[in-house]
């Protein structure tokens, strides 16, 4: 028999093996006294064992992602993603819709009223301007209350029940708030085209065409716009972050990596298409027909979620959480090892199952409902909701840091997105144009999202860390802001759209990889429960305090033109501030990876 190191043998395992002189017949012998020699060995039998390793890996993890699109996982994937899509395309349509309205004189916060416009006139009050940051600071009181709420429902029926019963109250308000704006809206058309001010002027105030009619009707769409405002912009994360709860808690890491980006991007393109359409659906059905529409592509997302969660419950990897064996009963291919290569053959299931048990005991014992309690962790249920995010994020540093991280960036989001509103609505000043030019402009946004989510963001996953994102964003934005605050004077829109399309292209696309990549490596209650902290209060309280501080500014200062270099400079710092915060997150990411 012949020797197994002999240089024939040898040849045979690899076309990359050591180079051995083809003269020698005497078995192969380690040198004793070379350590150059043996070094030299080490480092190519180690590269080789990388390359054999790398080849082997990449043609069964294809095949498994080609598996995953056909099987019932694949498509309970497939319609939790189109459910994203829709509800993002409904929500496009409804923030046209609403900031339209918002800020329009008939039924919003115009100036169309004497008081207001001689207040503005005199650099006090502000009027839209003003009422905004106000209806923005309410936003984070009213995310507490509904963060709430979610997690009685999340308790009572688990995360199949949370995203049906939220979804459907969205859409019952936009279709319920449309038509009493359609009725308001009808009553003052009807007003101010049957009565004129000398007949108003001898008209008692109980007249239902009366001043005093007509101003109360001005007053309660003016309160039913700032709750609508309110409302939409506190559901919008909760019920987004519902649907990627579900698809990173039935994807395993490697597999996200691969998946999340065309996810993100899918959703990128119903926003879109949804912006682009809001000029022609403005001219078919109007400003609060858009509230219709967005309504009825809420319960479209709906049905489509229940489909997903159904499959999942067939197949047995629904993320129900709450007891010891963990979601989905084992099933659930986040339960199984990572570890184990992707070409392992049936043969050796009863070791890589042991193995898998044993390195995901951890994770089973906390895959629980982030709402309710493991069986053996009774206590836990007993704390509240904000007392089990505090202990949360001290077992998880990383979330206490992104939890920062999150709160500044958002204050400088609505430092950006005031400056851009200030600008838009000094420069358009009719409703609909103002509310077409700002749905192409969306619709840009989300076309420039998408595109890097389908195929810039995977080509930047293979050849860069993910974790490296926190610091490009502000890093970019840094440049925007800078350029922005020395050439506001000369760019007008254009300078203030170039910032605000940066940050909102960024939170669309680079954040959501981002955070997806991080929180698809946590456990359940980091994903569930972190999540939904980080988003809804974290978030709009940012957003909150930047508000309260723009409401003072608006209050004493008003609409005046040389208030916007004090804007951009406030940007400026909290772009740097931003910064500082990304750096220590990135940090502890990369701490915790070691």
Known sequence: MQDSRTPTKSKSRSSQSISISPTRSTPLRRPR????????????????????????????????????????????????????????????????????????????????????????????????????????????PFSIGLLWFYGKTLHSGGPCYALRIHTWICAAMQIMSGWILISLDNYLNLTASSTSIEATATTTTTSPTSPGFYMNAHHCSQSLLFLLFVFQNSYVQLLYNQHWAFLSSILTPDEGSTFFAPIAGLGSIGSTVAAGLVSILISKIGLIGLLYAAGASYIVSATLADWAFGLARRGGFEPIGGGVDGIGKGNNPRMQ???TSASSTTTATSASSTSSTTQNRSEVNSECSPISYCSSNNNKGKNSIFQQAYLLFQRVPVLGALFIEVIVSQCLSSLVNFIYLFTLKSTITDDALRAGWSGNFYAWINGVSGFLQFFAIPILLRHWEAHRIWLFMPTLMLCCTSYTFATYRTTGLAGASASFFAIKTMEYSLRGAANEMLYVSLDYESRYLGKKVISLIAGKFGKSVMAVALSLVMVLYGEEKEIMWYLLATATVFTFLWLFASMSLHTLIEASKK
């Open 33 to 140: 006294s070379s350590s150059s020699s043996s070094m030299s060995m080490s480092t190519t039998t180690t590269n080789n064992n990388n390359n054999n390793n790398n080849n082997r890996g990449m043609l069964p993890t294809l095949r498994a992602n080609s598996r995953l699109l056909f099987s019932i996982r694949g498509k309970s994937i497939l319609y939790m993603s189109l459910s994203l899509a829709i509800h993002l395309a409904g929500y496009e349509l409804s923030r046209a819709s609403v900031m339209a309205l918002f800020t329009s004189d008939r039924l919003g916060f115009g100036k169309s009223d004497d008081n207001s416009s001689a207040s503005g006139a005199s650099g006090g009050g502000g009027g839209a301007l003003s009422a905004l940051p106000m209806a923005v600071g309410c936003v984070s």
């Open 337 to 339: 090892s990572t570890t």
